[in-house]
């Protein structure tokens, strides 16, 4: 990783000598109020499916559903009352959601389509009042009027309002539209502050609403809104979005701009923070922290010190940040806190202040953590949910109101699914809830991991995979990814593509390569290349064109995972014999053959480096057999390469040496590429394929190729897509799977293989 040099100052805080968020620290810094954005971000449309307001959790479901528990004094739990609850409700009337979020005593969530629902407190806007007033408080004359909630932060019952049934969010009239772009107004990204919320939407502009007394709206006022509104001075496209109690970040590229009243532990003027090649920014009452690609976390210019509590760790993947105590994840599953802890916040087992990371007892994988005010959560593999901390409202979710200092579990929630999907050219996979992975199609190189060579026609478990989280499959092999970081692959090991120095035959049943901190796998038709947590790019397999992206001295196979000088990745996709990845700031890369232009330089040239995409708003990557496509932040989709049977979708078959424009397509958020057809995964949950249909592999019920999108047949509420050689597949918000195309070897996973013309599912 290719970072700047820089020097870090420990700096003095009041909020540091109180809690020892810093590690350093007696005197306050002066505090300042900004109404528009300042500059001081990073592509990354992060969807939380976890969320802690100041004393209460909510998760999305694995249904698309969201259960809150906890403190529900102002509605935040959303499930028409305000009781509290010990452990989780269903928020009444929500479905297809694929985050949420948490202030003080609101909730948000945000629906697959780009709809935004709030509930909870509505005094300055937090969650817009019903059409229809609540009827829980009556006048002396009779009439209805909005419910009161206790106002925890002035200990006044007369001060707010509260609304405890989700409601949707609307724009105010006088919203206008960001100068960057004209389309794609859905909001892709929320964040949830102490009393306001904001969004990212598809075109890259920043919406707030709530609270607005220190101009945390950034509109260039101070008035309250219970309507969004435009954060008016982003003149840059924004990537992701952050709230605190009464600041907002967005990271625009991988550097962050703020605006509203940052935390008292502000930096003091011309000491240097290392705020570049960010990936989060946390923000809390008392602290401002952010994440760097490297995976080191700075809270006010301090470098956390994680070894303390692990020596093993050596990057963080996420970062959250509480009222006075901050927490990583790291890509091996291990949570460590500092900060406060005088509530067990940290989950060391104590309630001593820790001023470096502490590991959290007993996790060792997290995939996601969400942190209150005074207690911490955790989303472990398969979805599972455990907390740790102050506990008087039943925040911790285990049916107490009994304090912990180490993880307790959340009783009765429905776990949150994992989509991941994959397709090589005639077999599937798919991952459990619970970290184990099912595959089916053909087997006779062993891309099933069973420990056979049989075709199967229904899900068949993968020997010894217990702790998966990712998975990825290409031609005849099959990689997934482990909680632990690792990658296992199993299959076709003809041309080294299992990465752990053999090559020839076929591996049964999964082998690890030697790797830590991957986030990202890709396997093509005869190599294979992941993305650690830094972003560092790794390959192995066939290199004869440089596929492998070795260049013509890494010879024509590479046996082991190789460390490349590519930097800054988030996503990648490996084709039949070229790799693209997708850096931070949203340009697409590619590299290997290009005998179609499917590295998309305009050339035919092999290359090992081509940027194909240097626009800078790629969203997602896929690559087929010698065509590549990309989804953008617009929500349209791009693609380039061979296209002789309309891969394109651009309306031809002509070839295309650089990117063209889909016919048609709108409001995208994922594509998908199998040998010689592509598909898009849109925000309503519906799918289009376009390109080749021998077998009915674009689901429109027939087998004649398209060169322009056309929409799968009775489809709905998809969550995640991929595509096989002639078959595609989808998984939808139940958890349930269902394929078309091609069935030869079992590949429709139905319990047949019988050849249905591509209407069988």
Avoid at 131 to 136: D, E, K
């Amino acid at each position: 990783m290719r970072t700047p040099s820089f020097t870090v100052s420990c700096i003095v805080t009041l909020a540091t000598s109180l809690s020892g968020l810093m590690g350093c620290g007696t005197e306050p810094a002066p505090t300042t109020v900004q109404t528009a954005p300042a500059p001081l971000a990073r592509r990354t449309f992060r969807h939380d499916t976890l969320a802690a307001g100041s004393h209460h959790t909510c998760a999305v479901a694995a249904d698309g559903t969201v259960a809150c528990w906890g403190d529900n004094n102002c509605g935040q739990l959303g499930d028409g009352t305000n009781v509290d609850r010990l452990t989780p409700v269903t928020v009444t009337g929500l479905s297809n959601v694929i985050a949420v979020t948490a202030g003080d005593e609101h909730t948000c969530a945000l629906q697959a389509g780009g709809r935004v629902y709030c509930w909870g407190r509505t005094q300055e806007g937090e969650a817009p009042t019903p059409a229809n007033t609540i009827t829980t408080s009556t006048s002396s004359s009779g009439t209805v009027t909005a419910a009161r909630c206790f106002d925890r932060s002035s200990y006044r019952m007369d001060l707010a309002t509260y609304n405890p049934t989700a409601t949707v969010v609307s724009a105010s009239p006088t919203s206008a539209s960001f100068s960057g772009s004209t389309t794609s107004s859905s909001i892709v990204a929320i964040a949830a502050g102490s009393r306001h919320t904001c969004g990212v939407r598809g075109r890259g502009d920043v919406v707030c609403w709530g609270e607005n007394d220190n101009g945390q709206l950034g509109d260039g006022t101070t008035t309250n809104r219970e309507k969004y509104v435009i954060a008016s001075a982003l003149t840059s496209e924004a990537s992701a979005i952050f709230a605190g109690a009464d600041y907002t970040c967005a990271l625009v590229g991988d550097h962050e701009r703020c605006w509203g009243r940052e935390p008292p532990s502000t930096l003091p003027s011309g000491v240097y923070v290392a705020n570049i090649h960010l990936i989060a920014v946390g923000l809390g009452a008392n602290m401002h922290c952010w994440l760097r690609h490297d995976g080191t976390a700075f809270c006010d210019g301090s470098v956390i010190d994680y070894s303390e509590g692990d020596p093993d760790v050596t990057a963080a993947v996420g970062l959250r940040v509480g009222e006075r105590h901050a927490c990583v994840v790291t890509a091996s599953g291990r949570v460590l806190c500092w900060g406060e802890n005088d509530h067990g916040q940290l989950g060391d087992g104590t309630d001593s202040r820790r001023v470096q990371g502490t590991l959290a007892i007993g996790i060792s994988d997290a995939t996601e953590i969400a942190t209150g005010a005074y207690h911490t959560c955790v989303r472990r593999v398969g979805g599972q949910v455990a907390c740790f901390g102050y506990n008087a409202h039943g925040q911790l979710g285990d049916g107490t109101i009994d304090s912990s200092a180490t993880a307790v579990a959340v009783t009765g929630l429905s776990t949150v699914a994992n989509p991941d999907l994959a397709a090589g050219d005639d077999h599937a996979c798919m991952l459990g809830s619970d970290g184990t992975v099912s595959c089916w199609g053909r087997g006779s190189s062993g891309q099933l991991g069973n420990g056979g060579t049989s075709n199967k026609t229904s899900p068949t478990p993968v020997t010894g995979l217990s702790n998966a989280i990712g998975l990825a499959a290409g031609g005849s092999s099959t990689c997934a990814l482990e909680s632990t970081g690792e990658v296992t692959c199993w299959g076709d090991d003809t041309y080294c593509q299992m990465g752990d120095g053999t090559c020839g035959g076929s591996r049964l049943s999964p082998s690890t390569i030697a790797m830590r901190d991957a986030k990202t796998v890709a396997v093509g038709g005869r190599h294979a290349c992941a993305v650690t947590s830094p972003g560092w790019v790794y390959c192995w397999g066939a290199n004869e064109y440089g596929q492998a992206l070795m260049g013509s001295g890494g010879g024509s196979f590479v046996r082991t995972a190789s460390a490349l000088g590519i930097d800054d990745t988030i996503a990648i996709a490996a084709g039949g014999d070229h790799t693209c990845w997708l850096t931070a700031q949203g340009g697409v890369h590619c590299g290997g053959r290009n005998h179609h232009g499917q590295i998309g330089d305009g050339t035919t040239n092999d290359a090992v480096d081509s940027f194909a995409a240097p626009d800078g708003d790629a969203t997602s990557i896929a690559a087929g057999n010698a065509f590549t496509c990309a989804s953008h932040r617009d929500g349209t989709v791009s693609c380039w390469g061979a296209n002789g049977s309309g891969q394109l979708g651009d309306g031809t078959t002509t070839e295309r040496l650089s990117k063209v424009s889909v016919s048609g397509l709108s409001n995208v958020v994922m594509v998908v590429a199998g040998t010689a057809h592509a598909c898009a995964l849109k925000g309503d949950g519906t799918v289009a394929c376009w390109g080749r249909n021998l077998n009915g592999q674009l689901g429109d019920g027939s087998t004649t190729n398209r060169s322009s999108p056309v929409a799968v047949s009775s489809v709905s509420n998809v969550v995640a897509l991929t595509a096989g050689s002639s078959f595609t597949c989808a998984r939808k918000a139940d958890g349930t799977r269902t394929c078309w195309g091609g069935n030869v070897y079992g590949q429709l996973g139905n319990g047949t293989s019988t050849l249905t013309g591509g209407l069988g599912r």
